[in-house]
Every structure is written in C-alpha cells, then in structure tokens.
C-alpha cells in the first residue's frame, strides 16, 4: 500500500522547514515538524517505503530508519491528512524510536511530530453559552465581545 497526501480542503503554508496545514473540512490546524512533513511532501502514491526511508534520512542526517517513516505515516494518517488509512503501522513509539536514534544529538526534533490544534469552537462555544465563559472560577469575555473570523479566513 502506497500513501497518498489529501489535498483537498486543506490550506498549506510552510514557514522554514516546517509546514502549517489547515483543514478548513475539521477545523483542524496541523503542524508538521521538518521529517513529518518530508514524509507528507512525498505521499505521491508512488513512493515505496525504500525510498522514504532513503530520502527523509538523506534530507535529515539521521541513520536510515523504516520506523521514523512509519511513525510518520501513522501520525500523518491519525491527523487525517492521507487519502486513507496508512497500512504501514508504528511498531516504536516516539519515546523508543528517540532511544533508538539516541546516538544523534539531537535525535528527538529529528522524529517525526505532528501536531494538531482544533481551532474555530471557541467563538461558537462561548456564543451558545449565552453568558461568560467560566472555567473554576476564571471569566472570560461576554459572548457578545468574542471576534470571531469570517469564513474561509485563516489567521494564524
């Protein structure tokens, strides 16, 4: 089975060798570290497992590793962001595979990371409420008062 990236209805912006994805379908803002996003920019449907591995350690420095491509696919597919579910399952978590490639000094910003942020329910949250958000005993502002962003508007 060959990943392949979605694209659509996603917003990509990369900033250095990170990449920003927003699903405007999830409302969810996904941050790709340098190998995770590697990984994604090669979800052709064509790429073999070889040549991932070949490539990310080529681009990375660190050893060539079918796991650090396999924790990838597998937290990319968690986030949704493949056309369907990755059949290339992690056998390492991200705890062993930073042992694993402890030898390298700065082998944990190495691992593939994605992050996901939900982004979008606060405004509606806080306007259903009809009165100010309180969580133990903190306030926040009167629904009326919260900004909320036009559609198809993504600041970040």
Known sequence: MHAVARTESLIVRQFGTELTVYDEA?????????????????CDGQTSMEEFTRSIAGDSGIPED???VRSALTQ?????????????????SRRQLIRRLGSQEDAET???VVSTL????????????????SFGGLSGPDPG????????????
Do not use: M, Y
């Open 76 to 92: 990319l597919s968690n986030a949704g962001l493949l056309e369907q579910k990755s059949g290339f399952g992690a056998h390492l």
């Open 118 to 133: 939900v982004v979008g329910g606060a405004a509606d949250f806080a306007a259903e409420s009809r009165g100010p958000v």
């Open 66 to 68: 079918e796991e650090v």
């Open 26 to 42: 999830t409302h969810r803002l996904h941050e790709l570290n340098p190998t995770a996003a590697g990984v994604w920019q090669q």
């Open 110 to 112: 190495r691992v593939p």
């Open 145 to 156: 008062s919260v900004p909320t962003i036009p559609d198809g508007e993504l600041r970040i």
